[in-house]
């Protein structure tokens, strides 16, 4: 997934939740837009370091299967 997707995706589950928030409380949804802001600014500054995150593991799992390949390589040879 790209940044773009995973920022918007996490933040209209923001807007979403807020939404379904007040929707239980009872409350008029569109009342205080602020809360659906900060909602979905919250949630997407999540998106953006979970993308990121998600690059970092990725990266680290490559390494590693070089590391493990490279030691099943060399046990090969030496037996």
Do not use: D, W
């Not at 997934?1 to 939740?17: D, H, K, P, Q």
């Not at 919250?42 to 990121?52: A, N, S």
């Amino acid at each position: 997934m790209t940044l773009l997707s995973t920022i918007v995706g996490f933040s209209a589950f923001g807007f979403g939740a807020r939404c379904f928030q007040l929707g239980l409380q009872r409350r008029n949804i569109f009342s205080h837009p602020e809360g659906h802001v900060a909602a979905a600014a919250i949630f997407g500054t999540l998106g953006y370091f979970m993308y990121y995150g998600e690059q970092r593991q990725n990266e680290l799992i490559a390494h590693k299967r070089k590391v493990l390949e490279a030691n099943r390589a060399s046990e090969g040879v030496a037996a």
